[in-house]
């Protein structure tokens, strides 16, 4: 990854520098007891495009376990990444976190119900 590489995740105008990738990352590990990409069925390219950029696609099937509950979510993915030199300077993925965001907001709903 280069130096000035951006990081556009669901988002077109708001990246992620990446000196801040890495807290991004651990910020919503915090949620989950276990993450990451199914090894079967997932799908890369490398394409050139008709301006001479390098960029690789990749269709990527993703698995988290949410720590407080134990549901177990899997959601489609889709990366891209531009390669300069060797080196990925642009980065855009893009997926529907809806399932986790509700399962978050359940978890936070029942952690209030106990306070009270």
């Not at 997932?42 to 134990?70: C, H, I, P, Y």
């Amino acid at each position: 990854m280069a130096d000035t590489c951006k990081s556009y995740f669901n988002t077109k105008n708001k990246p992620i520098l990446r000196k801040d990738i890495i807290a991004y990352h651990k910020a919503n590990d915090a949620n989950y007891t276990k993450r990451g990409f199914l090894s079967e069925d997932q799908e890369f390219e490398m394409v050139v495009t008709d301006n001479g950029e390098t960029w690789v696609n990749a269709w990527l099937d993703w698995r988290a376990t949410l720590k407080e509950s134990g549901k177990v979510v899997d959601m489609p993915i889709h990366l891209t990444y531009r390669f300069i030199d060797g080196k990925i300077v642009r980065e855009v993925g893009f997926w529907d976190p809806t399932e986790i965001v509700l399962a978050l907001q359940e978890i936070e709903a029942q952690r209030n119900i106990t306070v009270e």
